[in-house]
């Protein structure tokens, strides 16, 4: 997808360092137990239950040196302001028509050598029990993998976790994912919901 701020010369071994002397200071650690970052590959990230968590989340990024995309409304992509989105790894997305989104979205991935796609699938910082699975249709339409990232403030570490390749059942790789993540703690812990830990006013 170009040049970013995620691997612009000087710059980004800058933020990089910046960002590992912060998680130092405030004693988070950033873990990557990925065999490989993959060049290709949806990634998602939660708890999402505040902007800290994602603030927390950008400061890992930046120091396990990971170049990551994200979706924004394609609207907003006006001059100059769609140069600067552009920097900061944003791929422009008509959000008016969900199933055109899927497949415009995977054809990104067709027509670029590297595009790691964030996605939070809770798809918003509040309580949602049923979360999106966009993500996932994403993913197996572009035949990429999807690769778990956490964020988890009870114990101070955030990072990468593992590939998974969709096996083209949803229900199981959902239940899988809700798994994973019930055990991790978000900035808001209130905010965190899913099928094992339903909302407060689902219940």
């Not at 690769?147 to 990468?160: F, N, S, W």
Request: aromatic fraction near 10%; proline fraction near 6%; hydrophobic fraction near 45%.
């Amino acid at each position: 997808m170009g040049m970013t701020i995620f691997n612009t010369p000087i710059l980004s071994p800058i933020l990089r360092l910046l960002s590992i002397i912060i998680l130092k200071l405030i004693g988070w650690r950033a873990i990557n137990n990925l065999p490989h970052v993959p060049r290709k590959a949806v990634m998602i990230a939660a708890p999402h239950t505040s902007n800290w968590d994602f603030a927390l989340f950008l400061l890992i990024v930046f120091a396990l040196k990971v170049n990551l995309n994200v979706l924004i409304k394609h609207t907003i992509f006006i001059f100059p302001i769609g140069i600067f989105l552009r920097y900061c790894g944003a791929i422009p997305v008509d959000r008016r028509a969900a199933g055109a989104r899927v497949t415009n979205t995977a054809k990104k991935f067709q027509e670029n050598d590297d595009v790691l796609l964030l996605i939070t699938p809770e798809g918003t910082r509040s309580a949602r029990t049923e979360w999106k699975t966009g993500f996932y249709r994403i993913a197996e339409a572009a035949g990429v993998p999807i690769v778990i990232a956490y964020v988890d403030v009870k114990k101070k570490c955030a990072g990468l976790e593992y590939m998974m390749t969709p096996s083209g059942d949803v229900e199981a790789d959902m239940a899988e994912i809700y798994a994973f993540y019930d055990d991790k703690n978000g900035v808001v812990a209130k905010n965190y919901a899913s099928p094992n830990r339903p909302a407060p006013d689902e219940q």
